[in-house]
C-alpha cells in the first residue's frame, strides 16, 4: 500500500492527513481543470474559444483568490479552506450528467453549461486554495518540512501518473462518453475523500494580514518603479503570455484536427509530468551550487525548441507524430525548470521580512495576463468553416511567438543580477506536478511570523 510507508516514519505520520490530502485532491483537479476537460469540450463541439476560456477560468480567477485571503483574520484558515472544498465536487455532476445524455452533435447550451460549471469550480478552488498552503506550512514543523514535501510530491507523482494511465486504458476500451462519466466521478471521489482529510487537520492561530494602506500605496510603486523586482516582474509577464496557451490547444488540435485518440492524447500529457519531475530531480542538487540563470536559460531555449518543433509538425501536416513524446517532455522539462528557478530567484531578491505583498503582486499580475492569452488566442485559432478546428496558419503564429519570444528573453536574462548561495524556496509541494496554476498558490497577504526557535535538547547528567 502507497501509504504504509508513512506509519513507519513517526515524525511523518501524525500530519498524515495532509498528505493523503495531496494524493486524492490530484485525482480531481487532474481531470478538472487539466487535459480531460479540454477534450470534453472538445468532443461536445466546442470552439477554440470556449476551450480556451474553460481553461483560463484557473487563472482569470487570481482577483478572488486575494480577495478570499483577506477573510482569514475572521474566519481562519481551516474553515476558509473548506468552505472552498466543500462546494467544489459539487460542479463536476455537470460533465458527468452532459455525458449520461451523450450528444453525437455539438449541443450549444451543453457548451455554455460547461462554461459556467469550470468557472464556478475555478471560483470556489480559488476561495479554497487562498490559503491552503500557508496553512500546512504553520502545522508542519520546520525540521521536518522538507521531508514533508517531498513525500508531498511522490504521492501527488503517482496519483497523477496513474491516473492518466488509468483514464488513457479507460478511453482506449469504453465508449467516449462511458469513460467521460467513470473520469469526472473518480475526481467527484477524489474531492470528497480530500475534503475529509482536510476535515482531520487542526486548525492553525489566525493570521495577520497586510493593512489596506499598505496594499494601496505599495502595489503601484511595486509595479512602476524602477527596481530589481519591476524588472523582473515584468520579464516574467511575456514568457506567461505565450506558455499558457501550449496545453490546451496542444490537445484541442490532436484531438480536433490531427485525429489522435483521447487515449494518445492523454498519454503524452503524462509524458510533460514526467519531464517535470525530470526537470526538478536534476535541478534539487544543482541550483544551490550553480544558481537559478542557467536553469532559466534552459526554460528558454526549451520553449524555443517546443515552438520550433510544433511549427515543424504542423508544417508536415501532423506527419511526423515520432516528434510528439519529445515535444510533450520537453514542455515538461521547460515548465519545470522555470518554475523552480522563479520560486528561487524570487527569494533571493525579496527580504524574508517583507516577501508577502511583492510575492502577490507578482503571481496575480502574470497568472491573470497569463489567462488572458488563451482567451484572446482562442478568439483568433477559430477555423473558418468549422467550429471544432483550429486555423492552422494562426497556430503556426502563436509558435512563432512563442520562438522568437523565447530567444528575446534569453537575451534579456543579462540584466538580472543574482547572488550565489542557498535560499529556500518560496513553496514547495504538488506544484512541481502543476507549475503554472502553482504560481498561485503563493498569492495571500499574510505576514507570517517569524520562526520560533526549537529548545535545544536537554543534555542528560553523566
Not at 39 to 58: K, P, Y
Not at 88 to 112: C, D, E, N, Q
Not at 296 to 313: K, N, T
Request: glycine residues 6%; positive net charge.
Amino acid at each position: 500500500m502507497i501509504f504504509s510507508a508513512l506509519k513507519k516514519d513517526p515524525e511523518l505520520y501524525p500530519h498524515r492527513h495532509g498528505l493523503y490530502f495531496s494524493f486524492f485532491h490530484a485525482l480531481n483537479w487532474q481531470v478538472a481543470i487539466g487535459t480531460p476537460t479540454v477534450l470534453f469540450m472538445q468532443q461536445l463541439g466546442a470552439d477554440s474559444f470556449q476551450v480556451g476560456l474553460v481553461f483560463s477560468w484557473t487563472f482569470l480567477l487570481t482577483p478572488a483568490q486575494v480577495l478570499a485571503t483577506a477573510f482569514l483574520p475572521h474566519l481562519g484558515f481551516k474553515r476558509l479552506t473548506l468552505a472552498g472544498w466543500n462546494a467544489r465536487a459539487w460542479f463536476l455532476f455537470v460533465p458527468i450528467g452532459l455525458s449520461i445524455l451523450a450528444p453525437t452533435h455539438p449541443v450549444p447550451w451543453m457548451i455554455y453549461a460547461m462554461i459556467v460549471a469550470t468557472f464556478g469550480y475555478s471560483l470556489v478552488r480559488a476561495i479554497g486554495t487562498a490559503a491552503l498552503t500557508t496553512w500546512i506550512y504553520h502545522l508542519i514543523p520546520a525540521s521536518i518540512r522538507g521531508r514533508y514535501w517531498a513525500t508531498d510530491q511522490m504521492l501527488s507523482g503517482v496519483a497523477v501518473v496513474g491516473s492518466l494511465v488509468f483514464y488513457a486504458a479507460l478511453f482506449s476500451l469504453l465508449p467516449v462518453y462511458l469513460a467521460f462519466i467513470v473520469a469526472y466521478s473518480v475526481a467527484v471521489v477524489g474531492a470528497w475523500i480530500a475534503y475529509r482529510q482536510l476535515k482531520l487537520l487542526p486548525d492553525a492561530e489566525k493570521p495577520r494580514m497586510i493593512s489596506l494602506e499598505k496594499i494601496v500605496t505599495e502595489t503601484p510603486r511595486l509595479m512602476l518603479e524602477p527596481s530589481l523586482f519591476r524588472t523582473y516582474l515584468w520579464l516574467s509577464v511575456p514568457l506567461f503570455v505565450v506558455i499558457t496557451p501550449i496545453a490546451p490547444f496542444a490537445a484541442y488540435y490532436l484531438k480536433a484536427s490531427a485525429g489522435l485518440t483521447t487515449a494518445d492524447i492523454l498519454m503524452l500529457t503524462m509524458l510533460t509530468y514526467f519531464g517535470l519531475i525530470a526537470a526538478n530531480w536534476v535541478m534539487r542538487s544543482r541550483m544551490d551550487a550553480v544558481g537559478t540563470k542557467p536553469f532559466f536559460r534552459i526554460s528558454y531555449l526549451a520553449h524555443a525548441g517546443i515552438g520550433i518543433g510544433w511549427i515543424v509538425f504542423l508544417l508536415t501536416d501532423g506527419q511526423w507524430r515520432l516528434m510528439l513524446p519529445g515535444l510533450y517532455f520537453l514542455q515538461g522539462v521547460a515548465s519545470g525548470c522555470w518554475t523552480s528557478a522563479n520560486l528561487n530567484y524570487l527569494a533571493k531578491i525579496l527580504p524574508e521580512s517583507d516577501r508577502a505583498l511583492p510575492v502577490s503582486i507578482h503571481g496575480a499580475v502574470i497568472t491573470f495576463l497569463g489567462g488572458c492569452s488563451p482567451v484572446i488566442w482562442g478568439l483568433f485559432m477559430k477555423a473558418p468553416d468549422d467550429a471544432a478546428a483550429v486555423n492552422l496558419a494562426v497556430f503556426q503564429a502563436f509558435f512563432a511567438v512563442l520562438v522568437v519570444t523565447s530567444f528575446i528573453l534569453l537575451g534579456m536574462l543579462r540584466v538580472l543580477p543574482e547572488k550565489a548561495g542557498k535560499v529556500e524556496p518560496l513553496l514547495r509541494g504538488a506544484w512541481v506536478l502543476r507549475p503554472f496554476r502553482g504560481m498561485a498558490n503563493v498569492i495571500n497577504l499574510i505576514e507570517r511570523p517569524p520562526e520560533k526557535e526549537e529548545p535545544p535538547p536537554v543534555k542528560k547528567a553523566g
